[in-house]
């Protein structure tokens, strides 16, 4: 017999339920066997196994007359009529009803463990749930010591392994302790099956399920926001450049709050279905995990992360009203410089973009953030902003506001070294991209 080598020990049985099922099924009927090196399902199977198994599955059963059989359900053929003819039938007791309530709990376990889609948790549960109860009411029934009557038949060797995931796999996985479950007739089931040679001689620790199971198991991800938020100009599928985007993104992630990001391509006109979540058309969205009304300014959605996560307070700042004005003033007069194509205008527009800059620049000497220590609403504000100019005004006016303001690059280098920065990172080529049919020639 070739079995499942065990993730934990390679040498020793594994836990696959078409293996126990096989197996079981061998030492009911008292058939001798000899067990091969249990084959390791975590690599390439060796062309020695192939050789005996092309499909590379579990169990196999080679015949002294030189035939394999690799399907669980023909090796307990095999054992039901080449076994001892004093043990239990393993076709007695064989319905349309138990068999269907065995198969529906194979499935509902697995399918409940395998589980991700936190929507779908609630039904998988009742399913399992439903099945375990289905499976108790026919062993609650009188004379029903296993599912073949007084003796176990191939329906039990199928069902034990699954029980034995379940108790094993649940518990870890979904905090579901089998144990506990009110189902007094799978529990003496459980009892009877553990006295008998053949639990013993095919056992594995439920470590070896658990091992088994981890790759599987589905793992549950919270609710979280989607955030709408601009497409590059570079690749659709990626984060744009948009300065309110940005600022919003930024008090998200500051805040330690997790969102699903949808990227709205602004080159083309608008789907009826982002339409339907903001009429306005605009970016960035939020609708909460809830599924209620979205917020389509981005300051609503700064106020949502400074109300709802956990990090930096965005609310503390430690800049006065002055330096609070010079970021009001810096996005309107970074745009009105850059999209000005009267050379008449030039020198005024470029004064007041100058002068918002070294207000900023000058109350950053010696601060990491306008915030102090952390960034804040303002930081989260004025960073996609001063990013930008960094970017549009040395690839469009020839100005070189890193060289310039020591201030301004160190706040960026800073911004540089945290997490929120990284998670919401777009490259300069994008900016200039953006910017490109926007800027009028002089």
Not at 107 to 117: E, H, L, R, S
Not at 257 to 266: N, Q, R
Not at 294 to 323: K, M, N, Q, W
Request: aromatic share 8%.
């Amino acid at each position: 017999v070739y079995v499942k080598a065990s993730p934990l020990d390679h040498a020793a049985l594994g836990d696959c339920p078409f293996t126990h099922k096989a197996l079981l099924a061998l030492q009911l009927k008292r058939v001798e066997y000899d067990t091969a090196p249990p084959v390791d399902l975590s690599v390439p199977r060796s062309a020695a196994y192939l050789a005996v198994n092309p499909k590379g599955s579990v169990p196999a059963l080679a015949l002294p007359d030189g035939s394999v059989l690799t399907e669980s359900e023909d090796i307990i053929d095999y054992a039901n009529k080449a076994g001892d003819a004093g043990a239990p039938d393993l076709d007695s007791g064989v319905d349309e009803e138990t068999k269907g309530a065995v198969a529906r709990a194979m499935a509902a376990v697995f399918g409940w463990i395998k589980n991700g889609d936190d929507g779908k948790e609630a039904a998988c549960k009742a399913e399992c749930c439903s099945a375990l109860d289905a499976l108790n009411g026919i062993l609650e029934s009188p004379g029903n010591e296993f599912l073949g009557g007084d003796s176990p038949n191939r329906l039990d060797c199928k069902l034990v392994p699954v029980l034995r995931i379940a108790a094993a796999a649940l518990k870890e996985f979904k905090g579901f302790d089998l144990a506990q479950y009110p189902a007094p007739g799978l529990r003496a089931y459980k009892r009877r099956w553990s006295d008998l040679p053949a639990y013993k001689n095919t056992y594995y620790p439920d470590e070896a399920i658990v091992a088994g199971w981890r790759s599987k198991a589905g793992s549950l991800k919270p609710a979280r926001p989607t955030v709408y938020a601009k497409a590059s100009p570079l690749d659709r599928a990626a984060l744009g450049d948009c300065p309110f985007t940005h600022k919003a993104l930024l008090a998200l992630r500051l805040r330690g709050i997790g969102y699903d990001a949808s990227y709205v391509d602004l080159a083309v006109p608008r789907t009826l279905e982002y339409l339907a979540i903001n009429p306005k058309g605009t970016v960035p969205a939020l609708v909460p995990a809830d599924g209620g009304k979205a917020l389509t300014e981005s300051e609503e959605i700064v106020d949502f992360a400074s109300g709802t996560g956990a990090g930096p307070d965005l609310e503390a700042c430690a800049a006065d009203e002055d330096v609070r004005g010079l970021v009001g003033r810096l996005q309107p007069a970074l745009y009105t410089w850059l999209k000005n194509g009267d050379m008449e205008r030039e020198g005024e527009l470029k004064a007041e973009a100058m002068e918002v800059l070294e207000g900023i620049d000058g109350f950053l000497e010696g601060r990491k953030f306008l915030g102090g220590e952390q960034p804040n609403r303002l930081d989260c504000k004025a960073a996609p902003l001063l990013k930008m100019a960094r970017v549009a005004l040395k690839e469009f006016k020839r100005v070189d506001v890193a060289g310039m303001f020591k201030g301004i690059a160190e706040n960026e280098r800073w911004w540089g070294e945290m997490e929120a920065w990284k998670d919401t990172f777009y490259p300069d080529e994008a900016i200039v991209a953006t910017w490109k049919g926007k800027v009028a020639k002089l």
